[in-house]
Each structure stands twice: as structure tokens, then as C-alpha cells.
């Protein structure tokens, strides 16, 4: 199982994230968890991504990618991946595709999970009051759903047109939307992907 997750912040992707790996029996590869954990281990890299996430802005393309793409490699050749958070623009997209082209893997499903504005900042605002992430404030908040939609947005139709697009409400009880993210993937013919 190879599978997109497409979330704006604040809905759900971790845990939708977490819940689909555990079911398909595949590693889930948070990009936000990895590029926080390389921001902690310090050193100019690691202070050049703190800097980029406590803005709510994208970290540039090839730090990015090579973060990820040695965790995406094992993986792939474990079985495959949930990966979440990435990509999140088009030319991303292009790089998620040519390495699952380099890797042999068929890239089956983007879910993507969506949710007013209002439901995603008021669940970030509730992290943050609960001692949550250090982007997780009003600005930057405001910031990370405008980015969202202006750069991530766009992965929306180019996956509908590649017919791998699941699109699910993410305003509702976590059991309910991994329900329908479930009922979603079974609908979807996998083969033509
Ligand atoms: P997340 O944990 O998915 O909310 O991501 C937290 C932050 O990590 C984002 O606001 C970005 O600064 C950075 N980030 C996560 N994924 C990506 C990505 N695919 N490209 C660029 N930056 C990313």
C-alpha cells in the first residue's frame, strides 16, 4: 500500500495517518514529525528548518526531500508507506511521483481530508492551550491554512484527474473519518492507479 495523506492543519492527518499504516501494515512518514525531529538535533540544517516551521512556512524542497526520501526508500522495499504531509505542492507532487517511479511502487491513493477553517483553528488553538507545538499560534495558524490553500489546494484536482483522489469530511469523530477514508479506498479500483 502506497497512500497519499492531504490534510490542511489541524485535521487529523497524524492520527488518519497512524490508523492507516497500522491497518495496511506499512510505516507511516509524518514530513512535519521528521523535519521537526532533524530541527531538534540541532546544527545549522536543523536551525534553517526550526526557522522555516516556527513561520508556518514550507521548508525548501530539497531539504525536504532528503529528509524523507531515505525513510520513503526503506519503506517502499518494506511493504510501502502512509505518507502524510508531503507532498504539498504540484512541484512536490512531481517529486513524490519520480520517486515512486524510481522505486517501483505504484503511488494508489491521495486522501485528502477537509474541514472549515473554523472547526481546524479552534482544534490547533485547543493543542496549543494544551501545551501543544510552537507554530500552533493564531498568526501562524492563519498563515499555515492560506498556504494550504493557495499551494496545497492544487494537488486536489491533479490527483482527482489521476483517479486516485479519496476526498473525506474531516468534521466529525476520528472513528467516523477513518470510516469513511476506509469506505473511500474500497470504492477506489486500486489497479487503475
Ligand atoms: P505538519 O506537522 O504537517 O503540520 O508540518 C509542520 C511544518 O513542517 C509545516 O508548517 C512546514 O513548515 C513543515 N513541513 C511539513 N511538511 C512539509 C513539506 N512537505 N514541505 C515543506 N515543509 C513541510
Redesign the pocket.
Known amino acids: 500500500m502506497t497512500l497519499l495523506l492531504i490534510?490542511p492543519?489541524?485535521a487529523g492527518?497524524?492520527t488518519q495517518g497512524e490508523r492507516l499504516a497500522d491497518r495496511y501494515g506499512v510505516r507511516h512518514i509524518?514530513?512535519?514529525?521528521?523535519?521537526?525531529a532533524e530541527a531538534q538535533a540541532g546544527g545549522p540544517l536543523g536551525r534553517e528548518?526550526a526557522a522555516?516551521?516556527?513561520?508556518?512556512?514550507?521548508?525548501?524542497?530539497q531539504?525536504?526531500l532528503d529528509v524523507?526520501t531515505p525513510v520513503v526508500v526503506e519503506a517502499a522495499a518494506r511493504g510501502g508507506y502512509i505518507l502524510?504531509?508531503?507532498?504539498?505542492?504540484l512541484p512536490?507532487a512531481i517529486a513524490a511521483a519520480e520517486l515512486a517511479a524510481r522505486l517501483g511502487v505504484t503511488l494508489q491513493a491521495a486522501v485528502y481530508l477537509y474541514a472549515p477553517d473554523a472547526v481546524l483553528t479552534r482544534r490547533m488553538l485547543d493543542r496549543a492551550s494544551q501545551g501543544g507545538?510552537t507554530?500552533d499560534t493564531a498568526d501562524?495558524i492563519r498563515h499555515?491554512l492560506e498556504?494550504f490553500a493557495a499551494t496545497t489546494g492544487p494537488l486536489i484536482p491533479y490527483y482527482k484527474e489521476r483517479g486516485i483522489l479519496v476526498a473525506v469530511n474531516a468534521d466529525q469523530p476520528p472513528d467516523a473519518v477513518t470510516a469513511d477514508i476506509q469506505a473511500g479506498l474500497s470504492g477506489l479500483s486500486l489497479s487503475r492507479a
Not at 522555516?52 to 524542497?61: F, I, K, M, T, W
Not at 502524510?84 to 505542492?89: A, E, K, M, V
Open positions: 490534510a492543519p489541524g492527518k497524524g509524518a514530513a512535519g514529525d521528521l523535519l521537526r528548518i522555516y516551521q516556527a513561520r508556518g512556512d514550507l521548508v525548501p524542497d531539504v525536504v524523507l502524510d504531509g508531503f507532498p504539498r505542492s512536490q507545538r507554530d501562524v499555515r498556504l
